[in-house]
């Protein structure tokens, strides 16, 4: 079992930046892809963006690629989602959550354990 704790979201203007950030702990952290999803309002959840257990290799949902960056620190448990040029279409509930392999994947059963998100708002 892991825990996973979101933080960094908040209200940002189109075109504007904010870095999210996923505390992990309970296993090895190391061992796992990580992935990010999000859910806007009335719509299903979504794949974001992945990355493999030791940062080699990384995927993106069109919509955000060029312009979202996911990265993780194993040293710290950590994993991150840069976004950048953001529009009033990336509002959402952001989650943060942990693989059940090492690989990335974009299907949300691949992933055993979630965080409880963080909420990103875009204004126009």
């Known amino acids: 079992q892991v825990q996973l704790v979101e933080s960094g979201g908040g209200l940002v203007q189109a075109g504007g930046s904010l870095r999210l950030s996923c505390a992990a702990s309970?296993?090895?952290?190391?061992?796992?892809?990580m992935g990010w999803f999000r859910q806007a309002p009335g719509k299903e959840r979504e794949f974001v963006a992945a990355?493999?257990?030791?940062?080699?290799?990384?995927v993106y949902a069109d919509s955000v690629k060029g312009r979202f960056t996911i990265s993780r620190d194993n040293a710290k448990n950590m994993v991150y989602l840069q976004m950048s040029s953001l529009k009033p279409e990336d509002t959402a509930v952001y989650y943060c959550a942990s693989g059940t392999t090492g690989g990335v994947s974009r299907q949300g059963p691949a992933y055993a354990n979630w965080g409880q998100g963080t909420q990103v708002t875009v204004s126009s």
């Open positions: 309970g296993r090895t952290f190391s061992s796992y892809g």
């Open positions: 990355v493999s257990r030791l940062g080699v290799s990384t």
